[in-house]
């Protein structure tokens, strides 16, 4: 039986960023994580984010991107949405901390007089709140991967980077790794890799006391040996640990790019670990698909966040899995619910260019009727059509103008004075308090109905999935609006939640008010996106599209 690992004999991998932001840590971290999970070890992963807000709960789309949330009801960046698709590792709560979080922390210990007096400073209070987080995550796991938000030289992270400089004389040498993402460019005009860049972000973190251990660096071009030298010289790194990190077709072959350049090995033998080549064939598999599909399909994504992708990270990702799944290539035709709302003849045209209709999450009203429009215009010309969230608030509301003939009809969201709020607060939600205190946040229990859409992707009667809303389904015009034909294939298991809502008289037809992109990997695509994809198939061969 295998040792369980403890905090004494658990490896910690540090994981930093120099140059420029958006060079790929977050994807770097969790490939590291696929490629040692491949090779028989138990791994977890940790964000350290250096803004001041305790979560990104209300940060703006455009701000921060997409939201990831957690079975535990955490709201979190989304690059655990990168370590949960890459690996098998379940986020929660702790593996994702803000200097807004640590320092609100302290801040409480100091007012119940913990610290018995004492001034408080960074150095030490700061950094040993940001240690214990980090150690605490080492119990039951052979290798917990810790990566740093932002670039080294910004004044917000220097408390994270000092407290895991300070790491490196509390845990043992040969259980703790430095890496370091860097960027190696290539100037067209001159032909040639440049290694200033590399050689001064080095510089930078070893100013803060860090001599990082292993370099992936981020080219379009491949290093030579001569590039490897270079760099290994001026970085005190060995050259054997200069790994060229390329640029790929999709992310998920950036495990088995890595894994080429020799990466697995070379962590191993510094981690003092066994050396055992990492099974990534379920990795290859899935490239071979992304790289030779049998056809393809065209989604139009209708949102109001477009400006940044990011926004929807996680759902791209899901449309991506199902169609691997499907051996199909996945088109994105993004759609703006302002602009179609504005102008709703031109947004319509781009509509009728797509294999089916999804309408994501969001909130305010900003679009609203826009996407109101989408979902009318999927339900009267049978398209299939997929609505997630404020997706499922959209049908609802739809449907309830539409074919309940209930005028008027909208969410207390986003008009106090309508007639007939369809979608609203449920009667023990308090409007009062912090934001994201009314919530529905996490994971929570959906009892799905035989003969349904929902049944036939699931195959199960109760599913799990994870929640980020305040507004319900309004029970009051429950009756009414199944009795015009709206079914209800989804509630929680007391009946007093409305889940899943789907059109009988539809191809496929399906809202639900949680965000099933949450829980979609690559290896195991969540069934109603998969199903999503298989109906946009058959909607596409039924109407003779090549």
């Given at each position: 039986?295998?040792?369980?690992?403890?905090?004494k004999?658990?490896?910690?991998?540090?994981?930093t960023?120099?140059?420029?932001?958006?060079?790929?840590?977050?994807?770097?971290?969790?490939?590291?994580?696929?490629?040692?999970?491949s090779?028989?070890?138990?791994?977890?992963?940790?964000?350290?984010?250096?803004?001041?807000?305790?979560?990104?709960?209300?940060?703006?789309?455009?701000?921060?991107?997409?939201?990831?949330?957690?079975?535990d009801?955490?709201?979190?960046?989304?690059?655990?949405?990168?370590?949960?698709?890459?690996?098998?590792?379940?986020?929660?709560?702790?593996?994702?901390?803000?200097?807004?979080?640590?320092?609100?922390?302290?801040?409480?210990?100091?007012?119940?007089?913990?610290?018995?007096?004492?001034?408080v400073?960074?150095?030490?209070?700061?950094?040993?709140?940001?240690?214990?987080?980090?150690?605490?995550?080492?119990?039951?796991?052979?290798?917990?991967?810790?990566?740093?938000?932002?670039?080294?030289?910004?004044?917000?992270?220097?408390?994270?980077?000092?407290?895991?400089?300070?790491?490196?004389?509390?845990?043992?040498?040969?259980?703790?790794?430095?890496?370091?993402?860097?960027?190696?460019?290539?100037?067209?005009?001159?032909?040639?890799?440049?290694?200033?860049?590399?050689?001064?972000s080095?510089?930078?973190?070893?100013?803060?006391?860090?001599?990082?251990?292993?370099?992936?660096?981020?080219?379009?071009?491949?290093?030579?040996?001569?590039?490897?030298?270079?760099?290994?010289?001026?970085?005190?790194?060995?050259e054997?640990?200069?790994?060229?990190?390329?640029?790929?077709?999709?992310?998920?072959?950036?495990?088995?790019?890595?894994?080429?350049?020799?990466?697995?090995?070379?962590?191993?033998?510094?981690?003092?670990?066994?050396?055992?080549?990492?099974?990534?064939?379920?990795?290859?598999?899935?490239?071979?698909?992304?790289?030779?599909?049998?056809?393809?399909?065209?989604?139009?994504?209708?949102?109001?966040?477009?400006?940044?992708?990011?926004s929807?990270?996680?759902?791209?990702?899901?449309?991506?899995?199902?169609g691997?799944?499907?051996?199909?290539?996945?088109?994105?035709?993004w759609?703006?619910?302002?602009t179609?709302?504005?102008?709703?003849?031109?947004?319509?045209?781009?509509?009728?260019?797509?294999?089916?209709?999804?309408?994501?999450?969001?909130?305010?009203?900003?679009?609203?009727?826009?996407?109101?429009?989408?979902?009318?215009?999927?339900?009267?010309?049978?398209?299939?059509?997929?609505?997630?969230?404020?997706?499922?608030h959209?049908?609802?509301?739809?449907?309830?103008?539409?074919?309940?003939?209930?005028?008027?009809?909208?969410?207390?969201?986003?008009?106090?004075?309508?007639?007939?709020?369809?979608?609203?607060?449920?009667?023990?939600?308090?409007?009062?308090?912090?934001?994201?205190?009314?919530?529905?946040?996490?994971?929570?229990?959906?009892v799905?109905?035989?003969?349904?859409?929902?049944?036939?992707?699931?195959?199960?009667?109760?599913?799990?999935?994870?929640?980020?809303?305040?507004?319900?389904?309004?029970?009051?015009?429950?009756?009414?609006?199944?009795?015009?034909?709206?079914?209800?294939?989804?509630?929680?298991?007391?009946?007093?939640l409305?889940?899943?809502v789907?059109?009988?008289?539809?191809?496929?037809?399906?809202?639900?008010?949680?965000?099933?992109?949450?829980?979609?990997?690559?290896?195991?695509?969540?069934?109603?996106?998969?199903?999503?994809?298989?109906?946009?198939?058959?909607y596409?061969?039924?109407?003779?599209?090549?």
């Amino acid at each position: 039986m295998k040792k369980k690992s403890s905090r004494k004999n658990a490896k910690f991998i540090f994981v930093t960023g120099g140059v420029l932001s958006s060079l790929g840590k977050g994807i770097a971290a969790a490939s590291m994580g696929s490629i040692l999970e491949s090779a028989g070890l138990k791994i977890t992963l940790m964000k350290l984010d250096p803004y001041i807000n305790v979560d990104p709960g209300t940060m703006s789309p455009f701000q921060h991107g997409e939201v990831f949330v957690t079975d535990d009801g955490a709201e979190t960046d989304l690059d655990l949405g990168h370590y949960e698709r890459f690996t098998k590792a379940s986020m929660r709560r702790q593996n994702n901390i803000t200097s807004g979080r640590i320092f609100n922390d302290v801040i409480q210990k100091e007012r119940r007089g913990e610290y018995l007096g004492a001034t408080v400073q960074v150095i030490p209070h700061i950094t040993d709140e940001i240690k214990k987080h980090i150690l605490n995550l080492a119990s039951g796991n052979d290798v917990v991967i810790c990566e740093i938000g932002g670039t080294v030289g910004d004044i917000e992270s220097l408390p994270f980077l000092e407290a895991i400089r300070q790491l490196r004389f509390e845990i043992k040498p040969n259980n703790l790794l430095y890496v370091h993402l860097t960027l190696v460019p290539y100037m067209e005009a001159s032909d040639e890799l440049k290694t200033k860049p590399t050689q001064h972000s080095v510089q930078k973190l070893r100013e803060i006391g860090i001599q990082p251990d292993i370099l992936l660096c981020r080219t379009q071009r491949k290093l030579n040996k001569e590039i490897k030298r270079k760099i290994s010289m001026f970085s005190n790194v060995e050259e054997a640990a200069v790994i060229p990190a390329m640029d790929v077709k999709s992310i998920y072959q950036v495990p088995s790019s890595l894994q080429k350049e020799g990466l697995s090995r070379v962590l191993q033998r510094k981690l003092g670990l066994p050396v055992v080549d990492p099974d990534l064939g379920v990795w290859d598999k899935i490239n071979e698909t992304v790289d030779n599909p049998k056809g393809e399909v065209t989604i139009g994504v209708v949102g109001k966040y477009l400006g940044l992708k990011d926004s929807y990270k996680s759902l791209v990702e899901a449309l991506t899995h199902g169609g691997i799944h499907n051996q199909v290539k996945v088109n994105l035709n993004w759609v703006d619910s302002e602009t179609l709302e504005q102008a709703s003849e031109k947004g319509l045209q781009t509509l009728k260019k797509c294999d089916g209709v999804l309408v994501p999450g969001g909130f305010g009203e900003r679009g609203i009727e826009g996407k109101i429009l989408a979902v009318n215009y999927a339900r009267l010309n049978k398209v299939p059509y997929f609505g997630i969230c404020l997706g499922m608030h959209c049908a609802v509301i739809e449907f309830a103008r539409g074919v309940g003939k209930l005028d008027r009809a909208n969410s207390a969201e986003f008009s106090k004075k309508s007639p007939h709020l369809i979608i609203d607060l449920m009667s023990d939600q308090d409007e009062k308090g912090d934001k994201g205190g009314t919530m529905r946040l996490g994971e929570y229990p959906c009892v799905i109905r035989k003969n349904s859409f929902a049944y036939r992707a699931y195959g199960n009667r109760e599913v799990h999935e994870r929640h980020r809303h305040r507004y319900e389904f309004n029970n009051k015009y429950r009756l009414q609006l199944e009795e015009a034909g709206l079914k209800i294939s989804g509630i929680s298991p007391n009946g007093n939640l409305v889940e899943i809502v789907e059109l009988e008289d539809h191809p496929w037809f399906l809202a639900g008010q949680f965000h099933p992109e949450f829980k979609s990997s690559p290896r195991e695509p969540h069934p109603l996106f998969h199903n999503f994809i298989a109906a946009t198939m058959k909607y596409r061969s039924s109407n003779d599209k090549p």
